[in-house]
């Protein structure tokens, strides 16, 4: 599986996600500059974590107008799958290529620390590692990880099983939500499932040192799916 | 020319920051105060000079960049 990490100033979980997904297939991901204006050949795309251009403006709006994401989107309209982590996620509705927007935490508050969240859908290459509301504990680090969008469109969402993973109570039931997030979204698909965002950090949750492996599933089910 | 762009939050979306600094207005003993909305205030300078033709390059650049419209509005002032 051959995969690029685009590196923004800002971005703080290049390495970590270029480590998981270097464990998972063996190859280590090409880090790619965001002044760059064109992609090799790849299998995925990540868009990592972090503060890209210190979130000036909104969180994502400066990094989805970078030169590097003209050539990010014209892959994922291809349909190369393009993942996109906490900033990443932010990135990706800047850029348009998900829907609605992550606002400011309810509370106010930077949150980080370890949340559970619920795998709401595993059709897609990124969760098909997954049970179907499999229960994960995977760290959040975010300020703006308010998930909102038009009622018409979380209808929409939910009816085309568009949720990829939903906030959840470490017992299970459904008061977990740690940021006011709309129904419970943590992760969103585009409507051919081959675009994530998502807030929870799956690469920080990939060896026992983490306190906890759960995001492992997710890379190596894209090894899986995605290695030739 | 020198133009003002106000963005705020459209009615309707939540405004977490605005509803702090309400409650924080009003733990200063400022008292009736109401809905507290928050938003940004952007000064540009641009070569431009015919107004209209102003107006709609600082359009674009609102709906491209300045502004997310799912979520806010904007404002356009020109100063003559």
Not at chain 1, 7 to 23: E, K, M, Y
Not at chain 2, 45 to 70: F, G, H, S, W, Y
């Amino acid at each position: 599986m051959k995969s690029a990490v685009i590196v923004f100033p800002g971005s703080n979980c290049d390495r970590d996600i270029a480590v998981a997904l270097g464990r998972a297939s063996g190859v280590a991901p090409e880090m790619i500059w965001h002044r760059e204006t064109t992609l090799p050949l790849l299998d995925l795309i990540v868009l990592p974590g972090g503060f890209a251009y210190g979130d000036y403006l909104r969180g994502g709006a400066i990094a989805a107008r970078s030169p590097i994401m003209r050539a990010v989107a014209e892959r994922a309209n291809q349909g190369v799958p393009l993942l996109g982590i906490c900033n990443g996620f932010q990135v990706l509705t800047e850029s348009s290529l998900l829907p609605g927007v992550l606002m400011r935490n309810a509370g106010l508050k930077y949150i980080c620390r370890d949340i559970h969240v619920r795998v709401a859908s595993t059709e897609s290459v990124f969760t098909q590692g997954y049970a179907q509301d499999q229960l994960l504990r995977i760290p959040i680090a975010h300020n703006e990880g308010n998930y909102r969008a038009q009622e018409s469109m979380l209808d929409r969402l939910e009816g085309e099983g568009l949720v990829a993973f939903r906030y959840a109570a470490c017992d299970g039931s459904a008061d977990g939500n740690p940021n006011g997030s709309a129904r419970d979204i943590a992760g969103i698909f585009n409507h051919s499932r081959t675009v994530l965002g998502l807030m929870p950090h799956p690469e920080r949750a990939v060896d026992p040192a983490h306190g906890g492996t759960d995001g492992v599933a997710m890379f190596e089910g894209l090894v899986a799916a995605l290695a030739r | 020319m020198k133009a003002k762009v106000h963005v705020t939050l459209k009615a309707g979306v939540l405004d977490p920051q605005g509803k702090a600094i309400g409650n924080a207005l009003a733990a200063l003993g400022f008292k009736g105060v109401g809905d507290v909305r928050q938003g940004k205030f952007i000064e540009l300078e641009i070569d431009e000079t015919d107004p209209d033709a102003a107006r709609a390059q600082i359009e674009k650049m609102c709906v491209q960049l300045l502004a997310n419209t799912v979520i806010e509005n904007y404002d356009i002032e020109l100063d003559r």
